[in-house]
């Protein structure tokens, strides 16, 4: 298994964010797997973000955003960024 970037493993701006996308896919009752698929992303790709392990690019965080029902900006928001 490889190991997550130690250069954005413990960006405090990454896994605020994460962990706003896992807040909002859990008040929305979906799962990974279910909001993989709507984003068009991989499962393994989007644990990654939630846990603030990937360096996500504008493009992913669109699809993610878009798949909640919500936006960039309200997710960001929501991660207080």
Known sequence: MAK?????????HLVAFG???RAV??????????LALA???DRSYLGSVERGEANLALINMVRIAMALN???ELLMKEAQL
Do not use: C
């Open 19 to 21: 962990l706003a996308v």
């Open 4 to 12: 997550p970037s130690v250069r954005y493993a413990k960006n405090v």
């Open 25 to 34: 896919r859990q008040r929305l009752g979906i799962s990974q797997e279910e």
């Open 70 to 72: 919500t936006n960039v």
């Open 39 to 41: 984003a068009e992303l």
